[in-house]
């Protein structure tokens, strides 16, 4: 069967619909609850690495209870702060990249964060998608974060082809309209979780069935 010009208006549409009955991007999630500075963000992403959102959602709230602002942060020990992630996967090591990002931001930025993206991607294991992440949520400035959500789902479209996260980001960054530049993360986290899965995709019942390309997929429900 001949598939249907691919149309990104139609597909961010369905699949806003779709992924309403399922949890949100955690770090959209946590935005709306209040941790919404870009320090916040920063160091909830930094958690979310290799983590499972179910995972890294209370880790992030339970580090937060303790200490938001790199200056609490600062305060704070390393094994205190390994403590209070050890849920998450490499808590030892991000526990030293969130207290050096901390003293970081005081020493050479007054304490505040700033919205720029220089500034985050010159904190050691600080890239593109984490830094990206943090200008969107926090910032407001259009950006795309592309986690392996995004890289499986956009290429699986057929929209891009790209082989790596990086390169899917320079294709997007090329040809998805500014106004999905933020939605892409929003959507593709739930979406990839729960219907457009890394193993057996659901594409019987899948809202965009009919203009994917199912790029790779050789087996699918």
């Known amino acids: ?22 949890p949100k991007a955690a770090l959209f999630e946590l935005a709306e609850e209040g941790f919404s ?24 709230r339970r580090l937060f209870a303790y200490a938001r602002t790199p200056a609490a942060i600062a305060s704070l020990t390393h094994d205190a702060i390994d403590e209070l992630i050890r849920e998450c996967t490499f808590h030892d090591r991000k ?25 985050l991607l010159s904190f050691a294991g600080v890239g593109p998608k984490c ?28 929209y891009v082809q790209a082989s790596t996260p990086e390169r ?30 890394g193993q057996l995709p659901r594409c019987t019942t899948c809202p965009v069935l009919d203009i994917c390309q199912q790029v790779g997929i050789t ?3």
């Not at 069967?1 to 399922?22: C, G, L, N, Q």
């Not at 526990?95 to 500034?119: F, T």
């Open 131 to 158: 830094a990206n992440l943090v200008l969107s949520i926090a910032c407001n400035e259009p950006c795309i974060g592309v986690d392996i959500h995004v890289h499986r789902i956009t290429n699986r479209w057929g």
């Open 37 to 60: 500075s870009p320090f916040e963000i920063l160091v909830a992403c930094i958690i979310s690495i290799r983590t499972f959102d179910e995972v890294m959602l209370p880790t992030a």
């Open 168 to 197: 899917t980001l320079a294709a997007l960054e090329e040809r998805l309209p500014r106004r999905y530049w933020v939605e892409i993360n929003r959507l593709s986290v739930p979406f990839g979780k729960h219907i457009c899965t």
């Open 95 to 119: 526990a030293h990249q969130i207290l050096a990002i901390a003293k970081l931001v005081i020493e050479k930025h007054g304490g505040n964060l700033l919205c720029d993206r220089d500034v």
């Open 1 to 22: 069967m001949t598939k249907s010009p691919f149309d990104i208006d139609v597909a961010m549409r369905r699949i806003e619909e779709a992924v309403k009955p399922y």
């Open 219 to 221: 087996a699918h429900r």
